[in-house]
């Protein structure tokens, strides 16, 4: 489809530049060459390279020509050629015949093409000029680079400059999102500060997480994991539990942490099994099912456990339940029973192997670790458990 709309551009670049030539050649009686011809040959025969450079060596830019220019640079991006992009948007700035508007929209082109390629500080020094070019009366164009700019600092994990970039589009218009967004980069920072023993820092970090969105249930598991740092291991316990009601697909999130803290502060078993079977009728989720299996198989025995799980997956069959069940029936059985349970063991690890755990909600990315910012659509707190049989 690309390559048929690259052909399309260009023919009609060529055109154009052939009826613009001629037009001027009427008033002014100089010769056209046959460049445009020329660039009609490159790309017959596949040289998209010469084909470029022909057109934008031949075309001017100017208001008539400008959008011919701005869609063959677009194309190249969308392609992933983006060394070409940035020639054709480089160029159009370099002939600078335009009024202020048309050329702040082509900068705001090229800083995209910047971005793709990697090349941050360009894309970085374009944009935080045109953010603050007093000359921006577009409020579009001042949005459009504070958004490229946030882009960047989530890339290089900037977060206290995402921020503040963040707070200033949040003014502007979809304040949710950038609010949800502002509530990650402070659990982002609370996080860096915890793995540096910060502890102070991460206290006021997290703070503002919970002041910018107070459902991210994300967090909740960072003043957990903060509290249990700190010894006060009650609080923890307050701090986890409340992910159930944030958002109960992120509790299997919380469990490591939530069964350690529920040791360290001596509260009994009975109680945290509570805990998880309120959990459960909110999300079916297989992780609680095992936790919940554990705390019972110590307690009341494998009978007990045996049955409990026989009964979840009889109402939600997973691989992963079905397997922790023949784990229980192994370690009573001898003989050619137990070789069998054992070869039946290694066919359902192996039907999930290599299945993803997680999936994102907005682009339908896959993986088998938990995210907190999708790398493919950048959404954050998109990603969460499959559920179904290979997943919880
Ligand atoms: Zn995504």
């Known amino acids: 489809m690309d390559n048929w709309l690259l052909y399309v551009i260009i023919v009609a670049a060529i055109g154009i530049g052939w009826w613009l030539g001629r037009r001027d050649k009427d008033k002014t009686s100089e010769v056209v060459g046959p460049n445009y011809y020329e660039g009609l040959n490159y790309l017959l025969n596949e040289e998209s390279d010469r084909a470029v450079s022909t057109f934008i060596e031949n075309l001017e830019v100017n208001a008539e020509t400008l959008e011919t220019h701005l869609a063959l640079g677009g194309l190249l991006r969308r392609r992933g050629e983006l060394e070409k992009a940035v020639v054709v948007h480089e160029n159009i700035l370099a002939q600078a015949k335009l009024s202020r508007s048309d050329l702040q929209g082509v900068e705001l082109e090229l800083a995209r093409d910047y971005l793709l390629a990697g090349l941050l500080d360009r894309a970085e020094e374009l944009c935080v000029r045109l953010s603050q070019d007093p000359a921006s009366k577009s409020d579009g164009v001042r949005r459009e680079s504070l958004k490229i700019t946030l882009e960047i600092y989530e ?205 994102c909600h907005s682009c339908g990315f896959e993986g088998k670790r938990m995210r907190w910012h999708c790398p493919v659509c950048k959404d954050w707190a998109s990603i969460k458990p499959i559920f179904g049989l290979e997943g919880e």
């Not at 915890?194 to 006021?204: F, H, M, Q, S, Y």
């Not at 459902?215 to 609080?235: A, F, I």
């Not at 066919?347 to 999936?359: G, Q």
């Open 155 to 359: 890339r290089e994990k900037e977060w206290a400059q995402a921020i503040e970039v963040a707070k200033l589009l949040a003014v502007g218009g979809e304040s949710d999102h950038y609010e949800k967004a502002i509530s990650h980069y402070y659990c982002e920072l609370a996080e860096d500060q915890l793995k540096r023993g910060d502890l102070e820092g991460a206290r006021v970090s997290i703070r503002e997480a919970i002041g910018h969105d107070v459902n991210n249930p994300r967090t909740s598991l960072v003043r957990g994991r903060l509290d249990v740092k700190e010894g006060h291991y009650d609080n923890a316990i307050t701090a986890f539990t409340r992910v159930r009601d944030q958002d109960a697909v992120y509790v299997p999130e919380s469990l490591e942490d939530l069964e350690q803290a529920f040791v360290l502060d001596g509260r009994s078993q009975e109680e945290l099994r509570h805990y998880l079977t309120s959990c459960l009728e909110q999300t079916p989720s297989i992780s609680i099912v095992l936790m919940l299996a554990k705390s019972i198989r110590d307690e009341l025995g494998d009978e007990a456990v045996s049955k409990f799980i026989a009964n979840h997956l009889k109402k939600n069959p997973t691989i992963r339940g079905l397997t922790q069940l023949i784990d229980l029936h192994i370690d009573n059985t001898d003989g050619v029973a137990k070789e069998n349970l054992a070869i039946l063991r290694s066919f359902a690890e192996a039907l999930v192997a290599d299945k993803p755990s997680y999936r």
